[in-house]
Structure formats: structure tokens, C-alpha cells
């Protein structure tokens, strides 16, 4: 089991910058991929960013040129920086890590941050 604890969620102006960070309690697996996802009212979630240890990343289109994730991977640790706020970012952003062993493949979300956007 690993857990996921998200921090740096808040409330911010239009054209703000919020960065949020995830951190995943240290296991014996291997990380295949860490992610940021979110979920708006209303709708599904939805993939934001994804990292891996080598450094490959993946955007959704609605925030390439805005957002940029990374991992340290010494620390277990991904981080979402979100500039250029827009109110549609507004969501509950849930990181996600995918990891693996020998036999199995694993996945663990955490438990969500809110990031408010006001106009």
C-alpha cells in the first residue's frame, strides 16, 4: 500500500499561480508514472499532467503552456505548478501514482486538494 498526501490547494485570483505538491509514502515497488488529475463540478475526471522518472511528460490540451509537472524521485515526490489560473481550472486535484512490482501492477490515489479560481 502507498499513500499519497497532496498539499498546496487554495483559493486564488484569475491569473494567479497556485503550486501543489504530492509526496508518496516510501514501498519496495517501482514508480511507473506519477499524475495530477481533476475532477470539476459536474464532470469526470479528467488527466491535467502526468510524469515519469526518466522525465516524459503528458498535458492535457486545456492547460499545456500554463501547467508543468515534475518529480523528484529521491523525495517520492511530484509537483504541479499551475500559472496563468483560469476559474474553469477550478476542481479538486487528485494525484495519482502508478507502480509496479515483479508480479503486479499497482495504482493509488490520493485524497484530493481544492484549487479555486476566482474571477
Known amino acids: 500500500q502507498v499513500q499519497l498526501v497532496e498539499s498546496g490547494g487554495g483559493l486564488v485570483q484569475a491569473g494567479g499561480s497556485l503550486r501543489l505538491s504530492c509526496t508518496a509514502s516510501?514501498?519496495?515497488?517501482?514508480?511507473?508514472?506519477m499524475s495530477w488529475h481533476r475532477q470539476r463540478p459536474g464532470r469526470q475526471r479528467e488527466l491535467v499532467a502526468q510524469?515519469?522518472?526518466?522525465?516524459?511528460?503528458v498535458y492535457a490540451d486545456s492547460v499545456k503552456g500554463r501547467f508543468s509537472i515534475s518529480m523528484d524521485s529521491a523525495k517520492n515526490m511530484v509537483l504541479l505548478q499551475m500559472n496563468s489560473l483560469k476559474p474553469e481550472d477550478t476542481a479538486v486535484y487528485y494525484c495519482?501514482?502508478?507502480?509496479?512490482?515483479?508480479?503486479?501492477?499497482?495504482?493509488?490515489w490520493g485524497r484530493g486538494t481544492q484549487v479555486t479560481v476566482s474571477t
Open positions: 510524469v515519469t522518472p526518466s522525465g516524459d511528460t
Open positions: 495519482r501514482s502508478t507502480l509496479h512490482d515483479r508480479d503486479s501492477q499497482y495504482g493509488f
Open positions: 516510501r514501498s519496495t515497488l517501482t514508480i511507473n508514472t
